[in-house]
């Protein structure tokens, strides 16, 4: 698979997808928002892809929208803005608007972001709808559109007060200060600040456990059910949803392999795939 802005490398269950752009320190682009968007959505319908991990090349994640262009990069209509979609670089199809936020949320496998520097900007609200971040040592993080004359995007303003609640959500967004990978992972952001050389290795370990001892549309179906209603006031409409699939699981052929899998203490050999999760109402 090529990319302009990424890279794509499968390697056994796990997709690993790089921000490409290393001597801009991965500056986003809206090639590489819909870059993202094609890559998550092709991973979505490739049942041999478990995981997906997405990381940066060089010494940086995504070092924020790229600004080369001077004080008009956010202006759509502006000479030289690469930040935002604009009539000759449209957004990509299918995701009702969303591109990229909407490709990784609704995508049926979880993704893993693997922090490796600095991620700014749209370089961390990019990772909000990830399912897992873990980062480096020398990671650093700012919600600094305030700092911009902006206000959070990539439906950040959604996603980081479930995330980190809202009081930690407030301080960072609007202060808009960098802070460091120890605040990130005392703040909820990340779970784990590892070293720098054993950052991708930490995100394949735990990318595996997934891949190897979970079923697929389990793991389809549980990420979706997390997402949409840990936010709801009630659990009772989650009620009527998960006592249902329980049923409808419960007669087929993952669960039988998984009871058999764990009486007998061997590995499983989950037979659905993902692209047969049944969808949520």
């Not at 478990?50 to 759509?76: E, L």
């Not at 990229?100 to 900007?121: D, E, L, Y």
């Not at 040592?137 to 439906?155: D, I, N, S, T, Y």
Request: glycine share 12%; aromatic share 8%.
């Amino acid at each position: 698979m090529s990319y302009e802005t990424l890279l794509y490398e499968i390697e056994g269950p796990i997709l690993t997808l790089t921000l490409n752009r290393p001597d801009k320190l991965n500056a986003y682009t809206a090639v590489m928002g819909a870059e993202l968007e094609d890559a998550f959505r092709r991973a979505d319908t490739d049942d041999a892809v478990r995981v997906i991990i997405v990381t940066g090349a060089g010494r940086g994640f995504c070092a924020g929208a790229d600004i080369s262009g001077g004080a008009g990069a956010f202006d759509s209509q502006a000479e030289g803005s690469v930040a935002f979609a604009t009539p000759d670089r449209p957004r990509s199809g299918g995701g009702g608007g969303a591109g990229f936020v909407g490709a990784i949320f609704h995508c049926r496998k979880p993704s893993i972001a693997a922090i490796n520097g600095p991620a700014v900007g749209v370089g961390v609200t990019l990772t909000l709808p990830m399912d897992i971040r873990i980062c480096a040592e020398a990671a650093k993080f700012g919600f600094v559109f305030a700092r911009r004359g902006l206000v959070p995007e990539a439906g950040s303003a959604w996603f980081l007060p479930r995330l980190v609640g809202l009081p930690q959500a407030l301080r960072w967004c609007l202060s808009g200060r960098l802070f460091p990978a120890d605040e990130a992972r005392d703040g909820g952001l990340v779970s784990e600040v590892v070293p720098q050389d054993r950052l991708l290795a930490r995100a394949r370990e735990i990318a595996l456990e997934i891949a190897e001892t979970t079923a697929p549309v389990s793991i389809a179906l549980t990420r979706q059910m997390l997402w949409r209603y840990a936010g709801q006031p009630d659990p009772f409409d989650l009620l009527k949803v998960d006592g249902a699939l329980a049923m409808q699981l419960g007669a087929g052929p993952d669960v039988r392999e998984g009871v058999a899998a764990f009486l007998e203490k061997r590995p499983p050999q989950f037979p659905g795939r993902a692209s047969e999760a049944p969808a949520l109402p």
